[in-house]
């Protein structure tokens, strides 16, 4: 599977969330606790995930547990793993003996609505604000390039003034702690 996604920073939800509410479908909202793990092979001098490098996380949402690997492309669609766990110690334990090493959790609360075929996110991340993410799954690369500008059609449909952020929330978390370091 390949995950197409783009997302933009915004101030507040207000306007976009009524517009989504005429438009689109609301699914439901979720509190995503996300333990991220990196391997040192597909690590920068600055911690951050190479392009083309994979991550791992553990995701805690409600009772499901899921098992993700991602390939990082901050651009574009990115091959995506994913499983459902119910012991995410032992799977902990297991990405350690493997070389993971986990480096942050994100915390985020996530309202999620379905626009055509497309999942519409409103998250509230811990500690980066609140963003408006568009996403889309692909069957191969071909398909990927125009999701991928379908996805941008549909977020300046709904959020016209935001800013487009093209780092994954794992940058942006890496980000800090490392402005925290300095």
């Not at 574009?76 to 799977?91: F, N």
């Amino acid at each position: 599977m390949i995950e197409v996604e783009v997302r933009a920073r915004v101030e507040t939800f207000r306007g976009i969330r009524e517009s989504l509410g005429e438009k689109a479908r609301f699914l439901g909202s979720t509190h995503q606790s996300d333990m991220i793990f990196g391997h040192p092979s597909f690590l920068d001098s600055e911690n951050k995930v190479i392009e083309g490098g994979i991550v791992s996380r553990i995701r805690e949402s409600g009772d499901r547990k899921v098992l993700e690997f991602k390939e990082i492309r901050r651009e574009g669609g990115a091959l995506e793993l994913k499983h459902e766990v119910t012991d995410p110690v032992k799977i902990r334990e297991f990405l350690e003996k493997l070389g993971f090493r986990e480096a942050f959790t994100i915390n985020k609360v996530r309202e999620t609505y379905l626009y055509r075929d497309f999942l519409v996110c409103l998250d509230t991340v811990e500690g980066l604000g609140k963003f408006i993410e568009v996403e889309r799954t692909a069957a191969n690369e071909g398909e990927a390039g125009e999701i991928w500008k379908q996805c941008f059609d549909i977020l300046r449909e709904f959020a016209p003034d935001s800013e487009t952020e093209h780092r994954k929330y794992g940058d942006m978390m890496q980000d800090m702690i490392n402005k925290k370091v300095v």
